[in-house]
């Protein structure tokens, strides 16, 4: 022991961390991972493969009946040079920003109608909400039957008669 009055054992420990801590760390890491897993999964086959494949696709002339030939960037450059291409794009841009800027206004102004006070906004608002209300209203009423203690379908009554 050296001269000051903590014992090196107690010095030692204080630097290392304990084993059991690491394991409980790596041991959360791995939860973590299997929490993930799942969702990894359906991004790397619905989204990650198939763009994937898109690619590989497009690098490819793809006859439909034959087997498919390696092109390159053919299928690009035909695509740069093509004037239909040019003026779809454009055409898609253009919808895009109308339809877009058309429904962000009419949600606004709807939006605007809601908060308002009046017999009018009201009226406005029970009619829009109503579907939203009777879908819920009438599931839970489903559910009230189905559930009865006497008469529902899930009650002891029947299941010891029938």
Known sequence: MSDSTIPDDAVTAAVRPEPTRRRRRRSSQWTGLLYVLPAL?????????????????????????????????????????????????????????VV???????????AFIVQGQGRAVSAYRTIYFLPVVTGFASAALLWVWLSNVDTGLFSRSRRISG
Not at 61 to 81: A, Q, S, T
């Open 41 to 97: 999964a359906l991004v790397t086959v619905f989204f990650l493969v198939p763009l994937g494949m898109t690619v590989w696709m497009s690098l490819h002339k793809w006859p439909l009946m034959g087997v498919p030939r390696f092109i390159g960037l053919d299928n690009y450059e035909k695509l740069i040079f093509d004037k239909s291409f040019w003026s779809s794009l454009w055409f898609t841009i253009e919808y895009t920003v």
């Open 100 to 110: 877009t800027v058309a429904l962000l206004g009419v949600a606004l102004a709807l």
